[in-house]
């Protein structure tokens, strides 16, 4: 489990995960409303693109795609999602193989396991600081060395 001591740690934290992600790789963002899920995927976000990305939620719109420098982000919230069938309509398996796809709420469609997927389980920590957050992170096999790489950048950053 990774704390997340409030929103600065979380910027720190995405920002050593998008220096490891690779093109194909699925990170499922979970945990309830209001959690920080939107936080932590615009920092991901930034960190591939530039600062200043303009990042809306795609709450409404389901996917919105960045160009970054390494790869292409597909950031979707499939919150509002009804259907399998709606999934398949954003692109989602063209989204896999070219670039990273950050799914909020992937628990709402068959998102397929792969060896290339990140699973980050987002909560609160009871009767903490209300910025308080704690990561419970399940990752596969293509995750295992880049993972442990995300965790001591993460360490060193947060230990200074």
């Not at 050593?16 to 194909?24: E, H, I, P, R």
């Not at 999602?81 to 070219?98: H, R």
């Not at 993972?147 to 200074?160: I, P, S, Y």
């Amino acid at each position: 489990m990774i704390e997340l001591s409030d929103e600065t740690a979380t910027h720190d934290f995405a920002a050593c995960l998008a220096s490891q992600v690779a093109a194909g790789d699925v990170i499922g963002l979970s945990g309830a409303l209001g959690v920080g899920k939107t936080v932590l995927a615009r920092a991901f976000i930034r960190a591939l693109t530039r600062p200043d990305e303009i990042v809306p939620s795609p709450t409404f719109t389901l996917m919105q795609h960045y160009d970054g420098a390494r790869l292409a982000v597909y950031h979707y919230d499939l919150y509002r999602v009804q259907s399998d069938t709606e999934v398949q309509e954003l692109g989602f398996d063209d989204a896999m193989a070219n670039g990273v796809s950050l799914v909020e709420w992937p628990e709402r469609a068959p998102i397929p396991q792969t060896k290339k997927r990140l699973d980050i389980l987002m909560e609160e920590v009871p009767a903490a600081d209300l910025e308080k957050r704690h990561l419970k992170i399940t990752a596969g096999e293509d995750w295992t060395e880049r993972l442990q790489t995300v965790l001591e950048a993460f360490r060193a950053m947060t230990n200074d």
